[in-house]
């Protein structure tokens, strides 16, 4: 209830705005001064080498990481206030990880339908029946009464997509969906997320999936060293890799001379 | 590169009968051996008769005191086990100083000194807070309670009830220790996931980490659950008359010594060996599992 009562920052379309965040892991600083606006429907891509601070700038905007300055507003709400219940911002927030982090002890059904009756609090009968409609919506209808352990990489990472869209979730963060992927099962779960991009959500992906970059992203963004060095277009990119010297920044050439070999 | 292997592999052989002699599990043999000969005592020796039919009551209350003990002490462990896995400073400190003391102390002083003195003055407390009580309230719901707070007595705390007290307190620590190493052992992803779809960390616990966590802690469980059937025989310092105490009342009844500690060991070695193969048959399906 709180939550509802701080005056919104934003009443523009950015429905995520950070502004001068700051994160150190001990003596490794994985975010310098990192400010970024993502508006309401837009499709954002973020890539660069590991360790550049790609999954802790995810990380904050759901609060897994709590970034030691700077403030982070999500949906008019600031997540990085001590005071913001913060299980309401991550209900309104879905999140896919590389490991998919599916319950092992759970079956798919089970997977999607549990948050949303403890926090959702809707019947068992409703959970049940958004969560079978979002397995057809994934491709795999029949994999209801499956446990994680008996799917492949390809259908448990579309049931954990499955699992946050039950939530009706107005952003979609994606943690290198696809890095933990056969090459032959990418395609399977990339589908899925271009299918969620057409619709108009609200999309932060962090990926190495140029794939996706070529048929969804609005933005893409490079970053190195906990700093954004670069925002291309989609076009910009394209041209970028065709042609490398047409990458404004020295780093985001070398980086991408090394990808597309 | 073409892998060429031109390395002859050792033939499977097979192993020689001696070599499976060895490998026979020949102390379950000897321990088959000795319970037959005890069996055949129970049968024929009237004395063995004698002894078993007298610590048969012993048996049903050792049982009896392991099951509540062990019950007791899991509640306690899950507690003290969510307070060392916690981030709140307050919780985490007590339920380490609780494992911490608990686990530096004897079990057979940890007995004594929740029967002796834990008791006495818990009860010393509860008398003065229901004096307090009847003191400060005129007329209430609570009346009733104040008075038999203010009225209890020591003599009405059994030793049967002390010793599962200090049994439990004791186990406790051990079992808040297994629920820690059972939550850590759950990757950090679970609860990252758990998190991200809005659940509080409590439901998270609840549904996602605990259940997870108990099935991989169940075989360590069941070695408690023996070692506290084994160590229950120490309450018989309290007079509780459970298997050891019996023994040690039938020996002085009869100056059957042998007879005597032979069937107390017996029966022991039954619970125990007989749970053992149950926490095996746990484990293996277990593994199975994963």
Known sequence: MKSSMVEPLSRDDDIILIDHVYKSFGKTRALVDVSLRVKRG???????????????????????????SGTIIVDGIPV???????????????????????????????????AQEKVRRRSKEEAERIARELLG??????????????????????????????????????????SALDPEMIKEVLDVMLELASEGMTMVVVSHEMGFVKEAA???????????????????????????????????????????V | MAITSEVERPQPKLIPWTKKLTQLPWWALIILLAGVLIVYFLFTSPTYQDAFSFLRAGVRLTILVSLI???????????????????NVVSYTIS??????????????????????????????????????LQNLTIGPLMGLAHSLADLNIQNVDMLARAIAGLAFAYG?????????????????????????????????RYVILPQAIRRVLPPFGNDFIAMLKDSSLISVLAVRELTQLGKLNR???????????????????????????????????????
């Open chain 1, 42 to 68: 837009e499709v954002c891509f973020i890539f660069g080498p590991s360790g550049g601070g790609k999954s802790t700038l995810l990380r904050c905007i759901n609060h897994l990481e709590k970034p030691d």
């Open chain 1, 80 to 114: 990085t206030e001590e005071k913001t219940n913060i299980d309401k911002v991550r209900a309104e927030v879905g999140m896919v990880f590389q490991l998919f982090n599916l319950f092992p002890h759970l079956t798919a059904l089970r997977n999607i339908t549990l």
């Open chain 1, 137 to 178: 919506r994934v491709g795999i209808p029949e994999k209801a009464d499956a446990y994680p352990g008996q799917l492949s990489g390809g259908q448990k990472q579309r049931v954990a997509i499955a699992r946050a869209l039950a939530m009706n979730p107005k952003i979609m963060l994606f943690d290198e969906p696809t």
């Open chain 1, 218 to 260: 609005r933005r893409i963004i490079f970053m190195d060293e906990g700093k954004i060095v670069e925002e291309m277009t989609p076009e910009e990119m394209r041209a970028a890799t065709q042609n490398l010297d047409l990458a404004k920044e020295e780093r985001t050439r070398l980086f991408l001379s090394k990808i597309l």
């Open chain 2, 69 to 87: 003990a062990f019950g007791l002490s899991l509640i306690l462990g899950l507690i003290a086990g969510l307070g060392r896995v916690s981030k």
């Open chain 2, 96 to 133: 380490s100083f609780y494992v911490e003391v608990i686990r530096g102390i004897p079990l057979l002083v940890l007995l004594i000194y929740f029967a002796y003195v834990v008791t006495p003055l818990a009860l010393q407390f509860l008398n003065w807070l229901g004096t307090a009580m």
């Open chain 2, 173 to 205: 620590a051990f079992e808040a220790e297994v629920f820690r190493a059972g939550i850590e052992s759950i990757e950090r992803g679970q609860m990252e996931a758990a998190r991200s779809l809005g659940m509080s960390y409590f439901q998270a616990m």
């Open chain 2, 252 to 290: 002085a009844r009869t100056f059957r010594t042998y007879e005597t500690w032979n069937t107390v060991a017996f029966l022991y070695l039954i619970m125990t060996l007989s749970l053992s193969l149950l926490v095996k048959f746990m484990e293996r399906r277990m593994a199975f599992e994963e």
